[in-house]
Nanobody, 123 residues
Framework: QVQLVESGGGLVQAGGSLRLSCAASLRTFSRYTVAWFRQAPGKEREFVAA????????NYADSVKGRFTISRDNAKNTVYLQMSSLKPEDTGVYYCAADFQHSAYVERGYDYWGQGTQVTVSS
């Protein structure tokens, strides 16, 4: 059974940083594209960033470009989201998602999802 477990969320002041982790129980993790999504209260879930299974191609939402960095460590079956210069509008539940050989530029259709981790940015 596939499991994705997010960690690293918390409360931070505006301008601060957090690093989220997504640990996956996927036997062939290196062949999965992994993405981060977030959902703010009362809003729809939105794409944040993705890193592809091949060559580590990355894709970011315009709202986080230049502030967030997604990376992966295939030896640890883990994807990271380094978040800097955080803003109150970055507040929400952050989910990681994975899909087999998925394009990092396709922001829908991920098969596997984690339970989410809360990120709260205070002003």
């Amino acid at each position: 059974q596939v499991q994705l477990v997010e960690s690293g969320g918390g409360l931070v002041q505006a301008g601060g940083s957090l690093r989220l982790s997504c640990a996956a129980s996927l036997r062939t993790f290196s062949r999965y594209t992994v993405a981060w999504f977030r959902q703010a209260p009362g809003k729809e879930r939105e794409f944040v960033a993705a890193i592809s299974w091949n060559r580590g191609i990355t894709n970011y939402a315009d709202s986080v470009k230049g502030r967030f960095t997604i990376s992966r460590d295939n030896a640890k079956n883990t994807v990271y989201l380094q978040m800097s210069s955080l803003k109150p509008e970055d507040t929400g539940v952050y989910y990681c998602a994975a899909d087999f050989q998925h394009s990092a530029y396709v922001e829908r259709g991920y098969d596997y999802w984690g339970q989410g981790t809360q990120v709260t940015v205070s002003s």
